[in-house]
């Protein structure tokens, strides 16, 4: 099993929006091997907006509410 971090869209509900970029420039979906793996992946996001925020570098971060992890297939 893999496990993806979800964000709540008003238009699409619960998606995938979190992507990796390969070697050729192409983006896909990323997922994680463990669910420990996508809760650090999402505690440093959210650690990150929190920062940039703090700096003036953003005018909101996103909410932890607005992620959650499911496992997928």
Same mark, same amino acid.
């Given at each position: 099993?893999?496990?993806?971090?979800?964000?709540?869209?008003?238009?699409?509900?619960?998606?995938?929006?979190?992507?990796?970029?390969?070697?050729?420039?192409?983006?896909?979906? =990323? /997922?994680?091997?463990?669910?420990?793996?996508?809760?650090?992946?999402?505690?440093? !996001?959210?650690? $990150? +907006?929190?920062? =940039? /925020?703090?700096?003036?570098?953003?005018?909101?971060?996103?909410?932890?509410?607005? !992620?959650?992890? $499911? +496992?997928?297939?």
């Amino acid at each position: 099993m893999k496990y993806e971090i979800q964000h709540y869209t008003l238009c699409d509900g619960w998606v995938n929006t979190w992507t990796i970029t390969n070697e050729d420039g192409t983006t896909e979906s =990323e /997922y994680f091997e463990t669910k420990e793996q996508a809760i650090s992946a999402l505690a440093d !996001f959210i650690d $990150e +907006e929190n920062r =940039e /925020y703090l700096h003036g570098n953003i005018d909101s971060p996103y909410d932890i509410q607005e !992620f959650r992890i $499911e +496992e997928v297939l």
